[in-house]
Nanobody, 123 residues
Framework: VQLQASGGGSVQTGASLKLSCAAS????????MGWFRQAPGKERDFVAS????????FYSDSVKDRFTVSRDNAKNTMYLQMSGLTPEDTAVYYC??????WGSGSRSDYVYWGQGTQVTVSS
């Protein structure tokens, strides 16, 4: 079972991007999922999470009101709509599937990880 993140790119400050995380099977339709990011030389930080049915979402303070996480279980895909991007958002973005039906801000709650997609925001 694999998670494939895509949609990253190089943009300027204020731009928007939409990341996708495709699962190779319907296995994760009952799992919470999340997005994390890792900037060079820094730890992998929580960005957003979503429950199995999309009914509950949770965001880090740094992205709240700018990013929106969603999922389409019929397509086995989770999304991260990012707007108002700044250079501080530059990082490799990873998607992950949680061990439970809801996501969380803790990396230890996630058991499967995608390979990451690079987002670069220039000023």
């Amino acid at each position: 079972v694999q998670l494939q993140a895509s949609g990253g790119g190089s943009v300027q400050t204020g731009a928007s991007l939409k990341l996708s995380c495709a699962a190779s099977s319907r296995r994760f339709s009952n799992n919470g999922m999340g997005w994390f990011r890792q900037a060079p030389g820094k730890e992998r930080d929580f960005v957003a999470s979503i429950s199995w049915n999309g009914g509950a979402t949770f965001y880090s303070d740094s992205v709240k009101d700018r990013f929106t996480v969603s999922r389409d279980n019929a397509k086995n895909t989770m999304y991260l709509q990012m707007s108002g991007l700044t250079p501080e958002d530059t990082a490799v973005y990873y998607c992950a599937a949680a061990r439970r039906a809801w996501g969380s801000g803790s990396r230890s709650d996630y058991v499967y990880w995608g390979q990451g997609t690079q987002v670069t925001v220039s000023s």
